[in-house]
């Protein structure tokens, strides 16, 4: 059985704030062919991604959904506030931390670790830690976005 990758991308040394990250990141595994889930915390959150994904770049086209809307399964880049993977992706992009539910379900699996300090850094920290002793994960840690 092929290991899941699993990246750690750190947001302060990509000079990105969130939302431009998860939306490049989205448009990149896209055109590579992947089907991409983005989780979003909440309704807020997940339409500042979708707002990310129309802005981000006016010269590309990422097409996406938000879960829950008719035939949002078959969306390619689907974003979610729930769990599961709604539209079998290859590709999870945690903009809100949440353990996945079988790591096994993702090729790939992209968290970040916040450009500033605050609560988030030691959760992201520990999240990394949490995976460093899984032999079905090969981690990575990343400073530049594609």
């Known amino acids: 059985m092929a290991k899941t990758r699993a990246e750690f991308i ?6 990105a704030p969130l ?5 490049r990141l989205a448009a990149y595994h896209f055109g590579a062919g992947a089907r991409v889930l983005i989780q979003a915390a909440d309704a807020a959150q997940a339409a ?11 010269t590309s086209f990422v097409p ?14 689907l974003i979610t ?5 709604p ?3 290859d ?3 945690m903009a809100y931390p949440r353990e996945p539910a079988q790591l096994a379900d993702y090729r790939l699996i992209i968290d970040f670790v916040p450009a500033d300090g ?3 850094l030691p959760a992201a920290r520990e999240r990394y830690r949490s995976l460093q002793g899984n032999d079905q994960v090969e981690l990575a840690y990343i400073t530049d976005l594609p």
């Open 118 to 120: 605050g609560p988030e």
């Open 19 to 23: 939302e431009t990250a998860v939306a």
């Open 10 to 15: 750190n947001l302060e040394r990509a000079g």
């Open 87 to 89: 539209n079998q992706a």
């Open 81 to 85: 506030t729930g769990g599961g993977n």
């Open 91 to 93: 590709v999870l992009i």
């Open 64 to 77: 996406h959904g938000l879960h829950g809307v008719p035939d949002s399964e078959a969306e390619p880049v």
């Open 48 to 58: 500042r991604l979708d707002e990310a994904l129309w802005t981000f770049d006016h």
